[in-house]
């Protein structure tokens, strides 16, 4: 096991966390207008909207070769984790 090889490659990650960090954050800025946007606490979940990025990222995944069970995973954390914010963060009725 090659320590110093490692350790950049760990540096790359880092970097790459990071660049995701900057995305998740302004992702959250456009969920807090979209709550904003909705009127009513049902309008949160949109299972026809899930289930189509859902079957857009098993797409993207396999045409990318990058395989779709760590795609779908971590849209799907992503989606539920964002639906908790709405939830916890919608004011209406």
Known sequence: MDKKKILIIRKKL?????Q?????????????EIIKVKQYKNQIVDKKRINQILR?????????KIDPK????????????????????????
Not at 20 to 32: A, E, H, M, Q
Request: glycine share 4%; hydrophobic share 40%; net charge positive.
């Open 20 to 32: 995701l960090f900057i995305l998740i954050s302004k992702r959250t800025k456009i969920v807090k």
């Open 70 to 93: 760590i795609t779908l995973r971590i849209w799907k954390n992503m989606i539920w984790g964002y639906i908790g914010f709405e939830r916890r963060n919608f004011k209406k009725k």
């Open 56 to 64: 857009k990222i098993k797409k993207k995944s396999i045409s990318s």
């Open 14 to 18: 880092d970097k790459i966390d990071n």
